[in-house]
């Protein structure tokens, strides 16, 4: 751990935590964005070894203002642990992101600036935004998209299969749903799930209708409500908007951004409208 003062008084007060796989995963990006904000501000670098060290940095920052080094996971692990200490009010977090595009969605889908350069420089004269979080029933969070994909094997698969090769496809199956996107499949019937479907306590899917999946979304800051969109197999999407979405049904899993979750058989999300702050270039949002 290190720290680099800037002279002037009126400089800001920087707590920046670097996330281990940022150092190995482009350790020049690193650099360049402590060079940044050391130049414009009284940061305070600290190096943590891993999640729980880092939540720890977090947990000491005082009156310091948080910038996270690192990529989508990196984010989430921040911003899950600012709420749980239960400080909405609390000033705005930064990231720097580092890593592949593909550890990044979240970041760039929320406005954060690609580059190290202008990232650090957001960090430094940005807007704060003040952002709607998805909370389940175990504290978890949801910075972006939930989404509960159906696992199961197509109807017929069994037969086609037998032994290893059916546990093998499907657990290509499953890594490919809930990982990335899957490659073009040949016509034939969707994989399906059953799943009772409440938001704000109305019914909206019930066991005895299959659906191919379920996605709640809430970005904004606008409302404080998320767009509940199910997909039954063969129809039109059904689309609307909630505070508290409870899913339940046999054994799930579900994507929390790009966290695997589960399996559980019922789960609540609710949103807590503008529960964290996030630094976006001026004019952004």
Known sequence: ??????PGDGAHQLLVVIDPVARRTDGESVRIAKDVLSAGSHAKIC?????????????RRGGRRPVVVGDDRALRRAVAQLYREREPSGSALSLIPVGG???????????VPTGAVAAARTALDGAARRLDLLVDDS????LGALHIPALSAPPGAAAAHTGVT???DTCRHLVRTLVGPAPAAPAGPSATHRLRVEADGVLLNDLDRPVE??????????????EVVIRPPAADPETTEAKAVTVSGADFRYRADIQVGGPVRTRT???RAGAWGLMLPVGEG
């Open 166 to 168: 059916a546990v093998w």
């Open 139 to 142: 504290d978890g969070v949801v």
């Open 101 to 111: 595009a593909a550890a990044l969605e979240l970041a760039h889908s929320l406005g």
């Open 213 to 226: 999946s379920v996605t709640v979304t809430s970005r904004g800051g606008d409302g404080g409500l998320a």
């Open 1 to 6: 751990m290190s720290a680099a003062q800037p």
């Open 269 to 271: 999300w609710t949103v």
């Open 47 to 59: 190096l943590p070894d891993g999640p729980e060290e880092f939540a720890r940095a977090l947990s």
